[in-house]
């Protein structure tokens, strides 16, 4: 597709589930991003990808969260027994090279909502 | 590791009107970038303008400019002849190596 693409839009879940974030990025892109946005909030970063393999993985807040990128293209952010606090819009971003050097262009976001 | 600062949360001003979203940041890296994006409501992050940190020169972009004054480590964003379509979050962002740190962000909205 011509843009960054990311599934579901919205995701309502309850607390304890497990839930899976998709994106899809532009396509010979080999940097991608994802980042969490709290109501008020600027995107805190998550983890980063460069090709298959996470070169920074130090954004990730616990051990429950966990990406994976197996093809160097689609990514899959996971989230494991989800807490009330989980709760934000995750956003996902591919780069052509490093996104500290070149844009990043951003899909539309994840709204995951756990009761 | 690296901050970035919005010290305005919100801020008004009349269409065709100027007005400067502030905004600093720290960073221990020698080379490094700096950004300003657009998020609208519907949530996808634009970018407005980028700034090369070695560059001594302001960028701009059409009606979005920067002042870049980096011994003061503070990159301000000038919006001239604001438009209604300039109504956004507007994030200010470092980036260094690998990562992009975002500010809180700085709501815009323009007035009819």
């Known amino acids: 597709g011509a843009g960054v693409s990311q599934t579901p839009s919205n995701k309502v879940t309850e607390k304890g589930k497990y839930v899976e974030l998709r994106c899809d990025p532009i396509?010979?892109?080999?940097?991608l991003y994802w980042y969490r946005q709290s109501l008020g909030q600027g995107p805190e970063f998550l983890i980063y990808?460069?090709?298959?393999?996470?070169?920074?993985d130090s954004g990730l807040p616990n051990d429950r969260f966990f990406a994976v990128r197996p093809e160097g293209s689609v990514s899959t952010l996971k989230i494991q027994r989800t807490e009330r606090g989980d709760s934000a819009v995750y956003l996902c971003?591919?780069?052509?090279?490093?996104?500290?050097?070149?844009?990043?262009?951003f899909g539309e976001g994840s709204r995951l909502t756990v009761l | 590791a690296q901050t970035v600062t919005q010290s305005q949360p919100e801020m008004s001003v009349q269409e065709a009107e100027t007005v400067t979203l502030s905004c600093t940041y720290d960073?221990?890296?020698?080379?490094?970038?700096l950004f300003w994006y657009k998020q609208p409501p519907s949530r996808q992050m634009i970018l407005v303008i980028r700034?090369?940190?070695?560059?001594?020169q302001n960028a701009t972009e059409n009606r979005f400019s920067v002042n870049f004054q980096k011994a003061a480590k503070s990159f301000s964003l000038k919006i001239s002849d604001s438009q209604l379509g300039d109504t956004a979050m507007y994030f200010c962002?470092?980036?260094?190596?690998?990562?992009?740190?975002f500010g809180t962000g700085t709501k815009l909205q323009v007035i009819p």
């Open positions: 971003a591919s780069s052509r090279t490093s996104a500290n050097t070149g844009e990043l262009f």
């Open positions: 396509s010979g892109h080999t940097a």
């Open positions: 990808f460069q090709g298959t393999g996470a070169a920074d």
């Open positions: 960073t221990s890296e020698n080379n490094y970038y």
């Open positions: 700034q090369e940190a070695y560059k001594q």
């Open positions: 962002a470092c980036g260094s190596y690998q990562k992009v740190t």
